[in-house]
């Protein structure tokens, strides 16, 4: 069945290095491959996201890659701040008779001043 | 996403109880859907409707039930039958169901059981 990973599962980078998150899919239909960020106690919201027919984006310090054909896409981060302490979640969205999401179980990125 | 509300925020129950979490939208979207995430975990999905009138279970129905009489409103009733209810859940919707269409969550609600 359709599956997503991601490594690691917890990342501490100082103040001003780069983070980077993996994830895998298993579904080659996958086509959409979005990123959340969720504060503690907060909802996940909406960070990045990138399509099968492109193999990069970026918004401002956030980039994400996306190689379809070893079905694996990574987020980076940056020039860390402390304010992207939070967890990061990547997700797979496949056509099916709905907008079926599977997300990953989430990376816990601790950035420290 | 400012656009789905959840309440209540906090929510006990006692054991043997239905408590149903209410989730509203005003973003004009067909698809809406309830995610449960426990303490360290991801999240996973519980129901997804694309249409009012009409619901599919997802990966952890068992225990929950849903109503979709309103494009607005999406409540979830967690039932005596979960036995271990206590979670984070969240409501979400996106504008049609198809992929591609961005997800956006409400603030989520808290459930303990007491």
């Known amino acids: 069945g359709e599956n997503v990973e991601q490594h690691p599962s917890t990342l501490s980078v100082q103040e001003g290095d780069s983070a980077v998150i993996k994830c895998t899919y298993s579904?080659?239909?996958?086509?959409?491959f979005p990123w959340y960020k969720q504060e503690l106690g907060k909802r996940p919201q909406l960070i990045i996201d990138i399509r099968s027919n492109v193999g990069e984006k970026k918004d401002q310090r956030i980039a994400v890659t996306l190689n379809k054909t070893a079905k694996h896409f990574s987020l980076h981060i940056t020039e860390t701040q402390p304010e992207d302490s939070a967890v990061y979640f990547c997700a797979a969205s496949i056509r099916t008779s709905y907008d079926k999401v599977i997300f990953g179980p989430g990376t816990s990125l601790s950035v420290i001043p | 996403d400012g656009g789905i509300t959840q309440s209540p925020k906090y929510l006990f129950r006692k054991e043997g109880q239905n408590v149903t979490l209410s989730c509203e939208q005003n973003?004009?979207?067909?698809?809406m859907y309830w995610y449960r995430q426990d303490p360290g975990q991801g999240l996973r999905l519980i129901y997804y409707?694309?249409?009012?009138?009409?619901?599919q279970k997802g990966d952890i129905a068992e225990g929950y039930s849903v109503s979709r009489e309103k494009k607005e409103s999406f409540p979830l009733t967690v039932t005596s039958a979960q036995k271990n209810p206590t979670a984070f859940y969240l409501c979400?919707?996106?504008?049609?169901?198809?992929?591609?269409?961005?997800?956006?969550f409400g603030e989520g609600s808290w459930l303990t059981v007491v």
């Open positions: 579904d080659s239909a996958s086509n959409y």
């Open positions: 973003l004009n979207h067909d698809a």
């Open positions: 979400a919707s996106s504008s049609d169901g198809y992929s591609g269409n961005t997800i956006y």
């Open positions: 409707s694309q249409i009012v009138n009409d619901f």
